[in-house]
């Protein structure tokens, strides 16, 4: 052990301070785990929430202190100790400790990886511009926020929901908004195509133009950019870009200390790792679900608290299954967008309600007869009854699912 | 501020202030009050927010929205006085409040 270490006490560390890793700390508090617990993040803040900084804390509808996951003096007062600022560099496995980027060395006795995911950067030439801005973290709206001012032109690059989102807030402040998008539909990669038409339709009826089918090739401008080139004659003018096409696990602590990682950190159900003092949870990892029988790497609040339960279980010698159906969420203008389950594999797509027309309708995604998964928009009803009917992999009958005069607590025969 | 009270399932009271203009919800999560999971964040998506409001506060509160209507209405422990506490904005009319908590909010 280092000198810097000397004298800590080996508890539970927690490398990442964000949704996953403040759900388990807060977990293992009222589970009654009394030993140290350590909390090391690279950001300034304490742990905050991140869908609203795409909605309303983008919209400056909500303050600074609103997003917060706890209260900052929670932390205090459950006596956890949190280092900001501050990069996790690398484990070291046998010594069990954890050693930062600054030169200190937190001993462990369970290690929580809880770093999350980042932005996928895109690779053409003029990227390092200024004003080509990512949508990560609170830093990353100030940035945006500086620019919106009514009437300024923004580019969106990738018509993903984070994108979609950031183009129906720019729009609300009087922003003139392109969103390009690669793929043939807006938001191709979660929802079916009739869902990526509705949200085309409520786009343009806001004023905000969508291209599709279009891949930029580069960005051009005197230092900050001032055009978004297509490569395909395609030019469009911008005052500042947004780029929203992904983003990647951060698993390179975990893969640099020789732990199983395959398209995010490998955990069972109980988010344990390859090394049995080594725990993982949120958009960081992949894991098994019993829902589907197969393994799945999620992007959600829902998955990031679930995971985090279960680590403050397994961490204290617990055992707290993570089996649950996924759900998530996207708000754009006065829409509610709440999907329930997977789609992928389905084999018919049941349309209840009216997408050409109106601002409200749900698609259930049947496996051969069996529900697994829902795009609600405006449906509350269709999304709480699907998180259920999916649990229970009940068989639906698509006349019925259509069938607006059967109410959905009504579905099953 | 405007005092709310908040009532665990067991009985436990919370009685704390809250800053007017943010939602009862807040009000618990910032007091760290258990009881509330508000997992989507004041959203009106997920339904981890319930509270049992009184009879006589109800006309004091704005009215329930159809999302909340039809969110609570899937809720394992709703009842008649159920509301989703973070579509309940802390205003003057709430000081003394006494919102009561589910049993869970799973
Ligand atoms: C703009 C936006 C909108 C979103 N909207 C929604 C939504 O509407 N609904 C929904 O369900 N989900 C949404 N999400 C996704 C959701 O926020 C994430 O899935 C969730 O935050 C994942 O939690 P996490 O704890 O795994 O990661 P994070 O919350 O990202 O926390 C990880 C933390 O670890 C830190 N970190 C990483 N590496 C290190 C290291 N080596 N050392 C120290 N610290 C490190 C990171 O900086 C970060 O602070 C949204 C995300 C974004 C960005
Ligand atoms: S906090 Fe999610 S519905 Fe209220």
Redesign the interface.
């Known amino acids: 052990m280092s000198g810097e270490s000397a004298g800590r006490a080996r508890g539970i560390v927690v490398v990442g301070a964000g949704q996953a890793g403040a759900q388990a700390v807060a977990s293992l508090r009222t589970g009654g785990y009394e030993g140290p617990i350590t909390m090391i993040g690279d950001e300034t803040y304490a742990p905050y929430q991140r869908p609203p900084l795409s909605k309303k804390f983008l919209a400056g509808e909500i303050s600074f202190d609103r997003l917060y996951i706890k209260p900052v003096e929670f932390y205090a007062q459950a006596n956890v100790e949190l280092v900001f600022d501050t990069r996790a560099a690398a484990i070291n496995r046998a010594d069990k400790e954890v050693l930062t980027g600054d030169g200190r060395v937190f001993p462990y006795s369970k290690l929580l990886i809880a770093t999350g995911s980042r932005v996928r950067e895109i690779n053409v030439p003029g990227f390092d511009l200024d004003g080509i801005h990512y949508l990560r973290s609170i830093a990353d709206v100030q940035g945006i926020q500086s620019k919106f001012r009514e009437g300024a032109r923004l580019v969106v690059v990738g018509g993903g929901y984070i994108g979609l989102e950031v183009a129906a807030v720019a729009k609300k402040h009087g922003l003139h908004v392109t969103v390009l998008e690669t793929a043939d539909r807006v938001m191709a990669r979660v929802v079916d195509p009739i869902v990526s038409h509705f949200y085309e339709r409520v786009h343009r009826a806001e004023g905000v133009i969508i291209e599709t089918g279009v891949t930029v090739s580069g960005f051009e401008g005197n230092g900050r950019v001032e055009k978004v080139d297509c490569g395909d004659g395609r030019l469009y003018d911008a005052d500042f870009v947004v780029v929203g096409i992904g983003i990647i696990p951060n698993t390179e602590l975990a893969v640099d200390a020789g732990l199983h990682v395959e398209n995010g950190i490998v955990v069972d159900e109980f988010t344990r790792t390859s090394d049995p003092d080594i725990f993982a949870a949120g958009d960081c990892t992949n894991h098994p679900n019993g829902v589907y029988g197969h393994r799945l790497r999620l992007e959600s609040v829902h998955n990031a608290i679930e995971q985090g339960k279960s680590a403050a279980a397994a961490m204290t010698g617990g055992a707290l299954e993570y089996n649950q159906v996924p759900w998530f969420w996207s708000d754009q203008y006065d829409l509610k967008l709440q999907i329930a389950g997977l789609s992928s594999g389905y084999t018919q797509a049941v349309v209840r309600g009216d997408p050409e027309a109106g601002r409200s309708f749900a698609v259930f995604y049947l496996k051969d007869g069996m529900l697994i998964a829902v795009d609600a928009i405006n449906r509350a009803p269709e999304f709480m009854m699907s998180r259920l009917l999916i649990a229970q992999k009940a068989k639906l009958d698509p006349a019925r699912l259509r069938d607006e005069s059967i109410a959905m607590k009504q579905i099953v025969q | 501020m405007t005092k709310i009270i908040y009532v665990e399932h067991n009985g436990t009271e919370h009685e704390v202030d809250v800053a007017n203009g ?1 939602t009862v919800m ?1 009000g618990a ?4 009050i ?1 009881g509330i999971d508000a ?3 004041g ?5 981890t927010c319930m509270v049992f409001v009184p009879a006589e506060w109800e006309a004091k509160i704005p009215p329930k929205e ?2 909340e209507i ?2 609570l ?2 809720c394992e422990h709703t009842q008649e006085n159920s509301r989703l506490s973070c579509q309940i904005p802390v205003t003057d009319a709430l000081e003394g409040m006494r919102v009561e908590m589910p049993e869970s909010q799973h």
């Open positions: 943010l807040e999560v910032k007091n760290m258990p997992d989507c964040g959203a009106c998506a997920c339904a159809d999302m039809t969110m209405d899937f």
